[in-house]
């Protein structure tokens, strides 16, 4: 049965004492876990242990934690990794890549391969030798369909031989 009164004070006591004893009931199980560890700024006055313990070889435990594993992989790195050149052998590969060329423009008739499909090397050589160049690679293509003049012949039907695609390059990017 609870009780109310109509007086504050009494109110406020009877709040302050149940607030003090819900915070005595946690600090107690506060005090068991703390017994055995000093708080901070006492010092413990016990008697020093008759004999230290002998020290022994440190047992490292394994982590299997993310940092672990990371730090595995970084001892792993080297052997994946391609070996570094020296910056002579850097420059000898930059230079063999960077060889001096220039752009032209024309038109060359790309022949057909062997596969059937247009060579259009061999006609970015042709269009670069034209320029004075030893050869070249198509930097642009151009594509046309070129009819037979029977095509034009009204009320006739169309027959697949009757045009062909052409290609030709007419750009190229030149080396001598």
Do not use: H
Request: glycine share 8%; aromatic share 4%.
């Amino acid at each position: 049965m609870m009780v109310r009164s109509g007086n504050p004070a009494v109110r406020l006591g009877t709040l302050t004492s149940a607030l003090l004893l819900l915070l005595l009931g946690f600090s107690a199980t506060g005090w068991a876990q703390s017994a055995s560890a000093p708080a901070l700024g006492v010092q413990d006055q016990g008697p020093p242990p008759s004999t230290p313990a002998p020290p022994g070889p440190p047992a490292r435990e394994e982590n299997s934690g993310l940092i672990n594993e990371m730090g595995k992989l970084f001892d792993k790195v080297p052997s994946f990794l391609p070996p570094l050149k020296s910056p002579s052998e850097t420059m000898n590969d930059l230079s063999r890549l960077a060889k001096p060329s220039t752009m032209v423009s024309g038109r060359a008739a790309c022949p057909v391969s062997s596969n059937g499909g247009p060579d259009c090397k061999q006609a970015a050589d042709q269009l670069c030798q034209s320029k004075g160049y030893k050869e070249g690679k198509s930097l642009n293509a151009d594509s046309a369909e070129n009819c037979s003049a029977k095509v034009l012949i009204p009320g006739r039907t169309r027959k697949p031989d009757d045009c062909r695609t052409d290609t030709f390059v007419t750009s190229a990017l030149c080396q001598n």
